[in-house]
């Protein structure tokens, strides 16, 4: 009988804990539809403050959710690739196309491009979403545009 009533209380822990990792599974999947499908605006690499425009263009981040692309500027060429997103927060960049034009302020570009290739995962806090390396300070922070 005391094997019974043990039995029994691991098995409802065992379900209970069960539950919670498909709450948090469901967090991540609402939390992915939040950054995906929406153009951040860059407000911050390396905590540098960006300017609303950079050689006339805002830059900017888009996660596409239909084919797993982004597309970006940092204020002069277009840079694009492919992206995946895992549970925890976790994501990764890969390169892909990127025009060519020469600018006259290439700083932010080449910054931006070095913080999507280094990233290793993400936050979300309101309207803002930060790329980070590990427990890092953030490389690259965005915000929502409306």
Request: with cysteine.
């Amino acid at each position: 009988m005391k094997h019974f009533k043990l039995l029994t209380i691991a098995v409802c822990a065992l379900t209970l804990s069960a539950c919670s990792i498909f709450k948090k599974s469901e967090l991540s999947t609402a939390q992915t539809s939040v950054i995906t499908d929406r153009k951040w605006k860059l407000v911050e690499l390396y905590g540098k403050p960006i300017a609303d425009q950079v050689n006339g263009k805002m830059p900017f981040l888009q996660l596409h959710t239909k084919d797993s692309r982004y597309s970006a500027t940092g204020g002069c060429n277009g840079i694009g690739g492919n992206f995946s997103l895992e549970g925890n927060g976790r994501i990764k960049f890969s390169a892909g196309m990127s025009t060519k034009m020469a600018c006259d302020n290439m700083e932010v570009e080449n910054e931006l491009t070095k913080a999507l290739m280094t990233a290793d995962n993400y936050s979300l806090s309101g309207e803002d979403l930060s790329l980070n390396k590990a427990r890092m300070a953030p490389l690259a922070r965005f915000k929502a545009v409306k």
